[in-house]
Structures are given as C-alpha cells and as structure tokens.
C-alpha cells in the first residue's frame, strides 16, 4: 500500500501551499487593495467593450479592397456594403470572405477588421495559364485549375493557346490538357504553337513548323516526351505517340 505523501517532497500540493501564502489574508489591507485593482480593470474592459461597440468612432465606414486587376473593386466594395454604419467589432468577416471566394477571379481572400472604422479585403486573383478561343474575337482566361474567370479579346503571347468545347475544372478535356501541358519537356513546350483538345484523349500539339504531335491523354508523360523527342528529331511531318509502345509517323 502506497504511503502518505511527504510533505517534505516536492508535488502538486507544495504550489498550493506556496500560493496560499503568497495570497493576502482575507480582510486585510492588501487583500482589499488586489480586489479594488481586479474590478477597476474589469470596469475599464467593460467600459473600452462598450466604447468600441456603439461610439461612431468604431463603425464600419470604409471597405478596403486590395490585390484586384481583374475584379472591379466596386464589386468587391459592394459585397462588404451590408456591414457600412455597424461596429467594426461586429462585422461578420467570415461571410464577408465567403462571399468574395465565391467570385471566379479569386483564388484566395483574407479579410480584416482595419481599425478604427473600416474591413480589410486582401484578394489573390488568379493567374490566367491557358487562352482559349470563344467565338472569333475573344479569348477565355483559364487557370492552372482549370477555373475559367476572365475574357479577353487578346490572349496574351506567353500563354498557352488551347483549343477547348467546355473548359472548366471538371471538365475531363481541361483536365488531361493540364496534365500533358505540366509533363512537357521545355525542348518540345517551347516549340508548340497551339494545343487542340477535342476530347480527354485526343490531344494534339501543333508545332510552330507546322508539324503535329499527337499526344492523346496525360498518362505516361515521361515515356511520350523521350519517343515524341526521337520521332521529331527524325524529321517527321506528323507524330502519334498516343501509344507511346506502338508510336506512328508520315
């Protein structure tokens, strides 16, 4: 059987002891003292709490909008305006920054609260990655996720030019257009002139010479890139490496 504990040891119950005497006794001066010092710092958070929550000072007067190029800021402006005249220190950032998310262009936000009377805004657009054309003079901005977010009437010359019937991030042609376009060695990447993807497998690389490479899906990408990559430095016009073990030429 386990013995009594020696008060002499070490433990848990020697802080206790040590806090006790370290406390002023009940009634005495400096007890009283500690107790007028507890609530008049209690009384100043209450008072400041209810300074920030109903003085004019303190109420949404601004939404500050950062990152934006492609979203008006006005837009952005106008999804915060239901908290305008309300205190900062109520405003509901959470639906505010779902709200925001849910805009195309967006890729992430953070929202805060801009003391002493304004929200915080901080939006990371997306970066468009591919140009597809729609229609004859317009170009749709997708990004590296597949999210179509923009429209342009010139797709800048940096970016990948991509023929697509439905981009979008669950669309099965986007997605293995994404794959192939990652798995690119720089050697055949910088000489592609535009991509035409007509279905998930059916995906063709059209050389800045006029030679074609067909590449079909983003499965064995690495194993393509090394055959496409004798194929072409053979001279040939048009290249299937869809089948990477059984490739074709003419």
């Known amino acids: 059987m386990r013995g009594a504990e020696n008060p002499s040891e070490p433990g848990p119950w020697r802080l206790v002891h040590v806090v006790r005497r370290l406390r002023p006794p009940r009634g ?3 007890a ?25 000072w303190f109420q949404v007067r601004r939404i500050e909008v950062s990152g934006t190029s492609v979203l008006d800021p006005a837009e952005v402006e106008a999804i915060g305006a239901a908290e305008l005249g309300d205190p900062v220190l109520g405003a509901d950032l959470g639906a505010i920054a779902e709200a925001v998310a849910a805009l195309a262009p967006v890729k992430s936000v953070d929202v805060t609260r801009s003391w002493p009377d304004a ?50 991030p669950d669309d099965l042609a986007t997605i293995e257009t994404l794959a192939v376009l990652r798995s690119l060695p720089a050697a055949i990447a910088d000489e592609v002139e535009h991509v035409e993807s007509p279905s998930p ?9 006029g030679r074609t490479l067909r590449w079909g899906d983003g499965s064995e990408g690495e194993q ?27």
Request: glycine share 8%; hydrophobic share 45%.
């Open 32 to 56: 009283r003292r500690l107790r007028w010092t507890v609530t008049g710092v209690l009384a100043l958070l209450l008072a400041a709490f209810v300074i920030v929550w109903t003085t004019p």
């Open 119 to 168: 929200v915080s805004v901080a939006v990371t657009e997306r970066e468009p990655y591919l140009a597809v054309p729609s229609g004859d003079e317009t170009f749709l901005m997708v990004d590296d996720e597949g999210v179509v977010f923009d429209e342009r009437e010139e797709a800048p010359g940096s970016m990948w030019r991509v023929e697509l019937a439905d981009p979008g």
């Open 224 to 250: 393509k890139a090394e055959v496409a990559d004798r194929l072409l430095a053979g001279g040939y016009e048009h290249v299937d490496v869809s089948a990477p073990d059984a490739p074709t030429v003419s």
């Open 201 to 209: 497998a059916g995906i063709t690389l059209f050389l800045e010479d």
């Open 28 to 30: 005495s001066k400096a």
